[in-house]
């Protein structure tokens, strides 16, 4: 199945957006602006002409961005008469017909149990100490129970889903506190309205092996905890309703084991460190890994839903489907951390905020390692993460809004099939795909990935539309090394608003960054192969900087610090993988802080890009001929709006 075909079929099934298989799908309004907009095909295929020497249309089209920012605000303000066509209003969608059905809460007669709260979260928000001052996690045994005498393998979906629903006490009581939770096929965990699942913030809770302290602690690796909601290797479960779901990451930890020596201490004696403490001290400090919770875990399985439910204070990452087939993340909150831990400081002095709180990811799809024992789960786990959805969400945190992985080795599977639409996001890394992005299961033959030059990727078939990232120190960006890499191919962004803040810690922010130096490390062999990868109806409205790096193992940057041949050793000949990158209507309102071109293939679309690409001995440019009649910017008058109230 070649790309094209691919992308069809995604979108028949009411994944992805693409304008060019709308008529094929039979029930979708091609002729509608909004989808036109949305879906507008990659310009790259439209007759070109080598950039040798730019002509004077091109060279206008490729005018350092301070000049087009006069004539192109942020919202334009055309006369009625303008004969532009209006560009693509970012953000206002409600309602996508190329999107399948929005999930629904469950019907009355699907509820299995029903489980009133019996804990009281003060007004900021948090719980008082005394909520667990003498069992760490309360509800865990009543609330596991339920789940598990509800378990439905039998469902063929949401609507034949049971569900146990967590609700209000008779006396105004709204919070539960578990520890690690496992749910089974066919069931939906329903919080409702005004009610919260709080984490419990012992890391005995978590613990992989019981009686071994795991969680909680520093080391080399990261795999010591359960998360608190785990699905492994089951199907068509979910998580929903207009509740919460709140991890505790800044609360000081307790232990259900008396004068545990693995509790570990503020400096000073000060209270119990946080589990963003032990973020900061493992990631900035002793430059190892923290062994924290993640809030939702879901692996090797199939079909799972999340469903309008608010996930705040993560430990570490909110939600992460790992080998996955089939995942819907819809009207999704995240939000971390709160007012309340703002209010707060970590062990060094530090306000929590999105900065202190590390690896906080919001979304990070995933592949996984081979598959070896698929007990109750019909059919072949291969390890793919594919056919994932994530609509309508809004995510703020302290790492990667969105991260779509590939595995760390060539035994991993693959990602592929997911869509991004209709989202926001705010403070975070950004919408990115990588670091790891290595897998191809072994060179396996797979009907849904098409080699490229004869070459498996190991992510392919991303489509992110209608994107506002407002406030991320990155925002699109694609990111990998040579030791954990493979090709990344056929990734489309179109109509995207962004708005980069002025600084962040971690130096200048990136509105587009596409590199294969992410991280200084050795050679394994597994070289970065960035292909096909297609902007239309982008749009940033500051200042910001850029990067579009190809992979070249003579490059400088690899004689950096931190970078090692390992035992692989420099390749002979050296390996050049160009990257591949078309760019229509894209448009910068202010002059690039920084600009970095090397080891590229660009490609230009008549609606042509402000960002001031240049053709050099290591970057070639080829540019459509220019149109009167291209599109105009994307509208981002209505995109930044404040992060919706959580309810």
């Given at each position: 199945m070649n790309t094209r075909t691919a992308l069809s079929a995604l979108a028949c099934s009411g994944i992805a957006l693409l304008a060019s298989t709308l008529n094929a799908c039979g029930g979708s309004d091609a002729s509608s602006p909004q989808v036109q907009n949305a879906a507008a095909s990659p310009q790259a295929d439209a007759p070109a002409q080598a950039d040798v020497t730019p002509s004077a249309s091109a060279a206008s089209a490729t005018a350092p961005a301070s000049a087009a920012s006069a004539a192109s605000p942020a919202t334009p303000e055309a006369p009625a008469s303008d004969p532009t066509p209006a560009g693509f209003p970012v953000g206002t969608t409600a309602y996508d017909p190329a999107l399948p059905p929005e999930p629904s809460l469950p019907f009355a007669p699907q509820v299995c149990a029903t489980l009133p709260a019996s804990l009281t979260a003060q007004a900021n928000g948090l719980l008082p100490d005394s909520a667990d001052a003498t069992d760490t996690a309360p509800d865990t045994a009543r609330i596991q129970a339920a789940l598990d005498a509800c378990k439905n393998p039998s469902s063929s979906g949401l609507a034949t889903n049971k569900a146990v629903r967590l609700v209000p006490g008779a006396n105004g009581e709204n919070a539960f506190i578990a520890g690690a939770l496992n749910l089974s096929s066919g069931v939906t965990l329903w919080i409702d309205t005004g009610v919260t699942l709080f984490a419990s913030r012992d890391p005995r809770r978590y613990d992989k092996v019981k009686g071994t302290a795991s969680c909680g602690i520093i080391t080399a690796s990261d795999n010591g905890c359960l998360a608190l909601i785990n699905a492994s290797k089951?199907?068509?479960?979910?998580v929903m309703g207009d509740g919460v779901i709140d991890g505790r990451g800044g609360s000081p930890l307790v232990s259900s084991v008396a004068?545990?020596?693995?509790?570990?201490?503020?400096?000073?004696?000060?209270?119990?460190?946080?589990?963003?403490?032990?973020?900061?001290?493992?990631?900035?400090?002793?430059?190892?890994?923290?062994?924290?919770?993640?809030?939702?875990?879901?692996?090797?399985?199939?079909?799972?839903?999340?469903?309008?439910?608010?996930?705040q204070n993560a430990p570490k990452f909110h939600v992460v489907p790992s080998g996955v087939e089939g995942f819907t993340a819809w009207g999704v909150k995240i939000y971390t951390p709160t007012a309340a831990y703002e209010a707060m400081k970590n062990y060094l002095g530090m306000p929590y905020s999105p900065d202190t709180a590390k690896n906080t990811d919001g979304i990070d799809p995933a592949s996984s390692g081979p598959i070896t024992r698929n007990p109750g789960n019909p059919g072949k786990l291969t390890g793919d993460a594919s056919n994932m959805l994530i609509a309508y969400t809004h995510i703020r945190t302290g790492d990667d809004n969105i991260a779509i992985k590939g595995g760390t080795s060539t035994t991993n599977g693959r990602t592929y099939n997911i869509t991004v639409a209709h989202s926001r996001f705010y403070s975070g890394h950004g919408m990115s795909i990588g670091s790891e992005t290595a897998g191809t299961d072994n060179g396996t033959a797979n009907a849904n990935v098409t080699p490229i030059d004869g070459v498996l990727p190991s992510v392919s078939n991303v489509n992110v539309y209608d994107l506002v990232i407002d406030g991320a120190d990155n925002g699109l960006r694609i990111k990998s090394d040579w030791s954990r890499s493979g090709l990344v191919a056929d990734i489309r962004y179109s109509n995207v608003c962004i708005r980069t803040p002025e600084s962040s810690p971690d130096g200048k922010p990136q509105a587009l960054i596409f590199s294969p130096y992410y991280s200084p490390t050795k050679n394994n062999g597994l070289?970065?192969?960035?292909?096909?990868?297609?902007?239309?109806?982008?749009?940033?409205?500051?200042?910001?900087?850029?990067?579009?790096?190809?992979?070249?193992?003579?490059?400088?940057?690899?004689?950096?610090a931190g970078w090692s041949a390992g035992s692989v050793g420099w390749p002979n000949p050296p390996v050049g993988n160009p990257l591949s990158i078309s760019l229509n209507n894209v448009?910068?309102?202010?002059?690039?802080?920084?600009?970095?071109?090397?080891?590229?293939?660009?490609?230009?679309?008549?609606?042509?890009?402000?960002?001031?690409?240049?053709?050099?001995?290591s970057v070639s440019i080829t540019r459509a001929a220019a149109h009167a009649q291209s599109a105009a910017p994307v509208d981002c008058s209505k995109a930044f709006t404040p992060f919706p109230a959580i309810r």
């Open positions: 089951i199907a068509n479960a979910a004068n545990d020596p693995n509790l570990m201490q503020r400096p000073g004696g000060d209270g119990t460190m946080s589990w963003w403490d032990l973020g900061w001290m493992a990631n900035k400090v002793l430059n190892q890994a923290q062994n924290n919770p993640r809030l939702i875990q879901i692996s090797n399985g199939r079909n799972f839903t999340l469903y309008r439910v608010t996930l070289y970065p192969n960035f292909r096909n990868i297609a902007l239309d109806g982008v749009r940033i409205v500051n200042a910001s900087s850029y990067t579009f790096q190809g992979f070249n193992s003579a490059s400088p940057v690899l004689q950096g448009v910068a309102d202010a002059a690039p802080l920084n600009f970095t071109v090397a080891d590229a293939l660009v490609t230009i679309g008549e609606g042509g890009t402000t960002l001031p690409f240049r053709a050099s001995d």
